[in-house]
C-alpha cells in the first residue's frame, strides 16, 4: 500500500465517520422537529379553546357591566336624598349646639344674677337686723332714761 492509498483510506474512514455522525444528527433533529410540531399543534388547539372561553367570559364580563351601570343610575336618585339627610343632620346639630351654648350662657347670666340678689338679700337682711338692734337698743335706753 502506497502512501497516496493509505491517505485515501484514512480519507474515506474519516468521510464515513462524518457521514454516520451526520445521520446520528440528523435522525435527532428530525424527531426534535416531530415533537415540536406535535406541541404547536396541541398549543394551537388549547388557543382556540382558550379563546372561544375568554370571549365567552367577555360577554358575561359585558353584560354584567351593563347590568350594573343601570343599577347604579337607578341608584343615583337615593344616594342623593342620603347625602341630602346626612347634610340636614349635620345643619340641625349645628343649630342644637349654636341653642346649647345659648342656653348655657344664660345659665350662667342668671346665676350671676341671682348671686347678685343673693348678695344684696343678705346685705338687706344684715342691715335690718342692725337697724332692728339699734331700735331696740334705742328703746332700751329710753326705757332706762324714764
Given amino acids: 500500500m502506497t502512501f497516496g492509498e493509505l491517505a485515501g483510506l484514512i480519507a474515506a474512514i474519516a468521510f464515513l465517520i462524518l457521514v454516520v455522525f451526520l445521520c446520528i444528527l440528523v435522525n435527532q433533529l428530525s424527531k426534535t422537529m416531530k415533537e415540536t410540531n406535535h406541541s404547536i399543534s396541541l398549543l394551537t388547539?388549547?388557543?382556540?379553546?382558550l379563546s372561544k372561553e375568554v370571549e365567552e367570559v367577555l360577554g358575561n364580563t359585558n353584560s354584567l357591566l351593563?347590568?350594573?351601570?343601570?343599577?347604579?343610575?337607578?341608584l343615583n336618585p337615593a344616594v342623593q336624598a342620603v347625602?341630602?339627610?346626612?347634610?340636614?343632620?349635620?345643619?340641625?346639630?349645628?343649630?342644637?349646639?349654636?341653642?346649647?351654648?345659648?342656653?348655657?350662657?344664660?345659665?350662667?347670666?342668671?346665676?350671676?344674677g341671682i348671686s347678685l340678689l343673693k348678695s344684696a338679700g343678705k346685705a338687706a337682711i344684715i342691715g335690718a337686723v342692725g337697724r332692728y338692734?339699734?331700735?331696740r337698743a334705742n328703746k332700751k335706753g329710753v326705757n332706762s332714761n324714764e
Fill in 45 to 49: 388547539r388549547d388557543m382556540d379553546n
Fill in 66 to 74: 351593563e347590568d350594573i351601570n343601570k343599577k347604579s343610575n337607578k
Fill in 83 to 112: 347625602a341630602d339627610v346626612s347634610q340636614s343632620v349635620v345643619d340641625i346639630n349645628d343649630h342644637l349646639h349654636t341653642m346649647v351654648d345659648k342656653a348655657n350662657a344664660q345659665r350662667e347670666k342668671n346665676k350671676l
Fill in 133 to 135: 338692734r339699734t331700735h
